[in-house]
């Protein structure tokens, strides 16, 4: 049924699933499912991490509306971590100016998003579901798609950058680092690089940095965690805009808090769209997300997270090897791996066919045809370039990345 005036709006890929795997009885926390395809660490307690919160205080003036840009204390504490964590020995710092807050990492970007003027915005493929509607529903730029190739490992090099900001006449370039799905990390010299590029054919980055904590192939620069803030020049006219937040690199999905980090004139822009569109975050919740931006706190967090992940990493990552799923690169970054099951079974040889066979024995994954960010794509009919793909996740509890590993060799061998 259709009502006048309302348009169809398709599932992100990542909620596609949820809703398919909940309409056969999943619900968050059952146990006898394996989530190994929602983007979202495990919430709880790590050994040798930060104590978790657990309680969130709302002083009288909570209750009022949080500014729309953010809460000053929390911009300021976001960019004293930046300052700290990248530019220590950099003359040009960031300010809190140089910091909008949101109301989660779709929100952020959506507000960037709708910043953006008649300019050609170009990005890659394969790379986040979400970004897919952002690129469609804004008609003031265009959209450019640019194929990664998986025999290359998906990069993207620095002479390639460089043809296709200038022979597209791109003002724009938006991409996820590390890359979700593939794991792919640009970091240290060749992430310079990528600033430089941008600096000299003034084209802004839109860099998406929300597994920037989750980085297992590591360089001197960049040991553990990644962030092109490392070689902006001057906060405010290099034209690097970035986005993170509590979801991934903290473990707090639900607190919805996130930020933009970006010259000042951008962030002046992402305010006044944030008016229009959604009107500000949570202010007890930026007031309490203030404390967890404390150097060490985020240290110890980190360390925590990488000792924890990496096992997982190897746990999953060997055991799709084992069931015949081929990966054109491991992750360096993310806690995804991006399998190509091709070569399995005929009934399972798919993306999709992967995953509803995987829902009936309760695991969850994500056919790698959402991450076709292409709206051109979706409109022609044709078949997806990443059909034979399946994206699963170690962001689970590490037993439950081990009972879904059990399921889909099992799965597997009875149709073989």
């Known amino acids: 049924m259709t009502i006048p005036g309302f348009r169809s709006v398709p599932f992100t890929g990542v909620i596609y699933v949820m809703a398919e795997a909940a309409g056969r009885g999943y619900r968050y926390g059952h146990p006898e499912w394996c989530n190994l395809g ?10 040798g991490a930060p104590a978790r919160v657990s309680e969130v205080k709302i002083g009288p003036g909570d209750q009022d509306y949080a500014p729309i840009p953010g809460l000053w204390e929390l911009r300021r504490a976001v960019a004293d971590l930046y300052n700290e964590l990248y530019r220590q ?3 040009s710092k960031y300010t809190e100016r140089n910091v909008c807050i949101c109301s989660g990492g779709r929100a952020s970007l959506t507000r960037a998003v709708a910043a953006l003027g008649q300019v050609n915005l170009g990005h890659f493929l394969p790379d986040y579901t979400a970004y897919e509607e952002l690129l469609d529903v804004f008609k003031l730029f265009t959209a450019i798609p640019i194929l990664l190739e998986g025999q290359s490992g998906y990069h993207f090099g620095l002479d390639e950058l460089r043809r296709e900001i200038t022979g597209r006449g791109l003002s724009a370039l938006l991409l996820s680092n590390p890359c979700n799905p593939t794991g792919r990390v640009i970091q240290g010299e060749e992430l310079k690089g990528w600033v430089d590029v941008a600096r000299e054919l003034g084209c802004s ?10 980085v297992w192939d590591t360089v001197a620069d960049d040991p553990g965690l990644v962030s092109a803030a490392r070689y902006v020049s001057d906060v405010d006219a290099d034209p690097v805009v970035l986005f993170d937040g509590l979801t991934k690199n903290w473990r707090y999905p639900g607190w919805r808090c996130t930020w933009i980090v970006a010259p000042q004139p951008v962030i002046e822009a992402v305010s006044s769209s944030g008016s229009f569109l959604d ?3 949570s202010k007890p919740l930026q007031r309490s997300a203030i404390p967890l931006l404390a150097l060490d706190l985020v240290q110890s967090e980190t360390a925590a997270i990488h000792q924890a992940f990496r096992r997982k990493r190897r746990i999953l990552g060997d055991g799709l090897k084992q069931a015949g799923i081929r990966f054109d690169v491991e992750p360096e970054g993310t806690f995804y791996w991006w399998g190509d099951v091709s070569a399995l079974p005929a009934s399972i040889n798919d993306g999709m066919s992967f995953f509803r066979a995987a829902l009936e024995r309760k695991v969850i994954c994500v056919p790698g045809e959402f991450f076709d960010i292409n709206p051109g794509k979706r409109r022609s009919g044709r078949p997806s370039r990443f059909r034979h793909y399946v994206r699963f996740s170690f962001g689970p509890e590490e037993a439950a990345v081990v009972e879904g590993v059990r399921r889909v060799q099992e799965m597997v061998s009875a149709l073989r």
């Open 38 to 47: 929602q983007g979202q660490p495990e919430t709880g307690p790590l050994p």
């Open 89 to 91: 020995d950099a003359r």
């Open 205 to 214: 980055l839109l860099i998406d940095e929300f597994y920037s904590h989750y």
């Open 279 to 281: 009107g500000g975050g």
